[in-house]
């Protein structure tokens, strides 16, 4: 089955491993049947999505689990919500196409919201906020991301398994776009794809260029592209009812 | 009294594992602070990481949120980068549970088991903005408490702490709570000194503030309760039976890695093997075990309750319970959860037996198997009275290199008393023979050997032994890894400067205080961490106070000499361990006291305690007591040796 949970609040400062364990723990706290690999140390058949960075809240994050006989999966909405940490949440389950391709391979586009906020000593507070009046904030975020939009590459150093190298991220980037202001900052919303290479919302903030730092980070959907269609994670691979394929 | 949460969520962007301060764990409680309430603030003064399992803490954070008139949150020591961003920033140090000020609490209590974390202590006081000095504190401050097995020598950190608890802590925590609530209730009569002399009063509740402390040059001369009511000698408190405390029921479940993250389940407290450098086995007499139905209802609640796929069975000895092969099989055999849970039993006793019960648990992933014989000749064993003898040690590893385990981990303590260069090699020579049996099941067979200096330690019989010093512990180990050089032999071990540090605050007097407090003020905090930890620093601040290191750590002491320690009673009396010490010196051995006659240790007797064993007779294969003769030894003539007067 496929399950697709948010994470927010506090526990965004656990790593991807930790929700990870976290599920493992919910998957046996709710006794669920599970398939397990064989071998010297037989572990779960649970495969994780793409990682979302510590400190980064999501409403769109999934795991596939598979199970070993059919149970009803409705219920597991609340209890396995009910069997995590706060803030970690699942939103619906469904039952998943047998030979359904993996998520860190399906999955072809993440939309995100970043605030961007202005760099300074002064720590990050509800109080703290900066001066200029809301349009002013949001012109200068505007004018960078245009610059960024409009320029041909943008080439980036990165360490490849221990070897600086040069990459151009500019194809990954889709749409970057003004939401608004918020009480630290501007928030901006933003589409990139993670084929051929994948951005990290860190990276963008820092080609944004230096006066920005990164505020609260939200993954707000992802996408599975294929044969032209865009499809949520959570329908893209159904797996059909028996009685279905019979009639 | 409002959280501190949204002034401390800003820092946790730029600190490494923020999760450290979160809390949230499955088991954690929010409690209300309700006006009547005593709230304690549970610290343990090391990392999340390593604080988070501890199970004395989880006890007794239970224990207090189950009463009407307590509320209990805990807290771990900020990592550095943690610890400066609060200070930059103004933000004390808080809870974990609702991000409350450290300095609202009533009570601030330290769960002190090693003595290396002590300048912790200071860094968490000084984050909450509590003075660290016990006598700088005012009305307003919380009361700072510790416990755990380092407080059987409190002296070092009686100028820090208000009151400390001897013992096991699951009774007097809920009797310091009515002392303080009753004392409230009637006006606060007496003031802060008021309530810390009423404190005194509960039974294995030393307040050092209420003791008169002489010397005589560098000698301690007297230890003199202040006034009448308050008791010249504090007992430690025993729980006597553990069916009554079946704690932790909710074991906390954290959201990042721990060490040992898994659930635990405590089998027995106490040992009498009589290791006489032990000092958990000498202070947590007599021993107790848990009913196995009892164990067995704590395993499946435990794991149906966390969701962990594997459980450790606690104690100083686990394969020393009345019927562990009979539990474990059960265990194993239970299909708990969703099944493929592992059991796990720490220290293991150095037998076949131990290896077969092993060999049951560990059905799969047959990596590593670690036993401890600490000496490396028969005569230093029977001086440590630790009496596993060679046989024993070759069947048990043949019996796991037979079954499949190709790696063996041996752990040594060196700076034993007697120890001559021959018990050294005698390490080296184990190991070489370890490796053999092992090359003919497995070429891939391989032994680490772990080496680690011995510090005296207060309630044992090796209280008066002078400590090795850093440049002998060197040359020792030296020795063993040009032996073992070019063999399937790894030779690890602890850093002797640490050591030396250790042997300070352990069988340190009042006087160490001042030097604690120089080391924290110098930046020596996380002192177990070697990364941070720098002799140096130790050493300036002795040389600062005028205190000579070697009179603390390398020096015998001698019979007549009153100890640090003297007005703090773990039970054992002071004649019993002067014999067993005498008796170590010419290698004589002593039986199990559970499966033999009584040799009147003393805290049976004197606390009217029962062991509470399942079982009269003794474990199949457990070497000691069962027809060992123990009135060998003597070999070797054996003298202490003038002491080493060397530091590095």
């Known amino acids: 089955m496929r399950v697709h949970f948010t994470k927010q609040g506090k526990v965004r400062f656990i790593s991807h491993r930790d929700v990870a364990r976290a599920f493992e723990r919910s998957f046996r706290i709710e006794q669920l049947p599970l398939s397990f690999t064989l071998g010297f140390s037989p572990r779960p058949k649970v495969s994780f999505g793409l990682a979302l960075s510590v400190g980064h809240e999501s409403d769109a994050e999934y795991l596939d689990v598979e199970l070993a006989e059919d149970i009803p999966i409705e219920p597991l909405v609340s209890s396995l919500s009910e069997a995590l940490p706060e803030g970690l949440d699942v939103v619906s389950v469904v039952a998943l196409a047998d030979r359904a391709p993996a998520l860190q391979e399906a999955v072809t586009a993440v939309e995100w919201t970043i605030e961007l906020v202005p760099e300074s000593d002064a720590p990050l507070t509800s109080e703290a906020v900066p001066a200029g009046t809301p349009d002013e904030k949001t012109d200068g975020v505007t004018q960078r991301i245009d610059a960024l939009m409009s320029a041909p590459t943008l080439v980036l150093e990165r360490v490849r398994k221990g070897r600086t190298g040069t990459e151009d991220i500019r194809p990954a980037l889709r749409r970057m776009t003004v939401l608004g202001p918020t009480e630290t900052g501007t928030l901006i919303g933003v589409e990139l794809a993670t084929r051929p290479t994948s951005v990290r919302p860190a990276e963008l903030v820092a080609a944004l260029g230096h006066e920005f730092r990164e505020g609260r980070v939200r993954r707000t959907r992802q996408w599975i592209e294929r044969g032209g269609e865009r499809l949520d994670p959570l329908t893209a691979d159904p797996r059909i009812a028996l009685e279905a394929r019979a009639s | ?648």
């Open chain 2, 1 to 648: 009294m409002t959280s501190l949460w949204p002034r401390i969520e800003p820092l946790l962007a730029g600190v490494e594992k923020p999760a450290r301060y979160i809390g949230m764990e499955r088991g954690s409680r929010v409690p209300v602070h309700r006006p009547g309430s005593v709230s304690w603030l549970l610290v343990y003064p090391d990392t999340y990481e390593i604080g988070l399992p501890n199970q004395g803490l989880q006890i007794l954070y239970e224990i207090l949120n189950e009463r009407d008139d307590a509320v209990a949150e805990r807290s771990y020591a900020p990592w550095l980068d943690l610890a400066a961003a609060l200070r930059q920033h103004a933000v004390p140090l808080f809870s974990v549970d609702t991000h409350r000020a450290a300095g609202d609490f009533d009570i601030v209590a330290f769960n002190l088991s090693a003595e290396l974390v002590y300048t912790n202590l200071l860094e968490c006081l000084d984050l909450a903005g509590i003075p660290i000095r016990g006598d700088q504190r005012g009305d307003e401050d919380p009361v700072v408490v510790a416990g755990g097995h380092s407080t059987f020598n409190p002296e070092p950190m009686a100028d820090f702490v208000d009151a400390f608890v001897i013992g096991d802590g699951e009774e007097p925590v809920g009797e310091m709570t009515e002392c303080i609530g009753s004392w409230r209730r009637s006006g606060r009569p007496g003031g802060r000194t008021g309530m810390l002399r009423a404190l005194a009063a509960v039974p294995g509740v030393y307040v050092p503030s209420m003791y008169d402390v002489e010397f005589d040059g560098p000698a301690l001369r007297s230890v003199t309760p202040r006034f009448a009511d308050v008791p010249a000698v504090v007992d430690k408190r025993t729980v006597a039976d553990l069916a009554d405390w079946p704690y932790p029921k909710e074991q906390l479940v954290p959201l990042i890695e721990v060490v040992h993250d898994r659930l635990n389940v405590e089998l027995f407290r106490g040992c009498t093997r009589g290791c006489r450098f032990c000092q958990a086995g000498m202070i947590t007499r007599p021993v107790r075990e848990r009913p196995a139905e009892q164990v067995r209802a704590m395993v499946a609640n435990g794991l149906a309750r966390t969701g962990y796929d594997e459980v450790a069975l606690t104690s100083l000895s686990s394969a020393d319970f009345s019927g562990i092969d009979g539990l474990v099989s059960g265990l194993v055999n239970d299909q708990i959860g969703c099944g493929n849970v592992g059991v796990s039993l720490p220290s293991l006793r150095v037998d076949a037996f131990t290896v077969g019960i092993a060999s049951e648990i560990q059905k799969v992933r047959r990596t590593g198997l670690t036993f401890a014989p600490e000496g490396g000749s028969w005569r230093l064993r029977q001086v440590i009275n630790k009496l596993i003898t060679e046989e024993d040690l070759y069947a048990a590893v043949e019996g796991a290199y037979s079954q499949g385990w190709r790696r063996v981990k041996l752990y040594f303590l060196v700076g034993l008393p007697t120890e001559m260069d021959e018990d050294t090699l005698g390490i080296a020579e184990l190991a070489r023979n370890v490796v053999k049996i092992g090359k003919q099941y497995t070429k891939q067979a391989s032994a680490t050997v772990s080496v680690g200096g011995f510090v005296p330690k207060a309630h044992t019989p090796f209280q008066w032994f002078g400590q090795n010093g850093t440049q002998e512990l060197h040359r020792k180990i030296n020795l063993l890894r040009d032996d073992l050089r070019k063999t399937a032999a790894q030779v690890r071990w602890h850093d002797p400067k640490a050591t030396f540090a250790e042997g300070i605050a352990s069988r340190g007097d009042r006087r160490i205080g001042a030097v604690i407090e120089r080391v924290w003020r110098a930046g020596g905090t996380f002192q177990e961490w070697s990364e941070h930890f720098q002799l140096g620093r130790w050493l300036d601040a002795m040389a600062a106070e005028g205190l000579d290191p070697d009179w603390f750590v390398t020096r015998h002491r001698t019979e007549d000499e009153i100890l640090p320690w003297d007005h703090i009673a773990a039970g054992l009396h002071r004649d019993f361990l002067w014999q067993d010490w005498q008796s170590s010196l010419q290698a004589h051995g002593l039986p199990d006291c559970r499966w033999t006659p009584c040799y009147d240790c003393g805290v049976c007797t004197d606390y009217a305690l029962e062991h509470v064993v399942a079982s009269s007779v003794p474990p199949a294969g457990g070497s000691q007591g069962t027809g060992q003769d123990l009135t060998l030894g003597g070999a070797v003539p054996v003298s202490l040796g003038p002491t080493r007067v060397e530091i590095s």
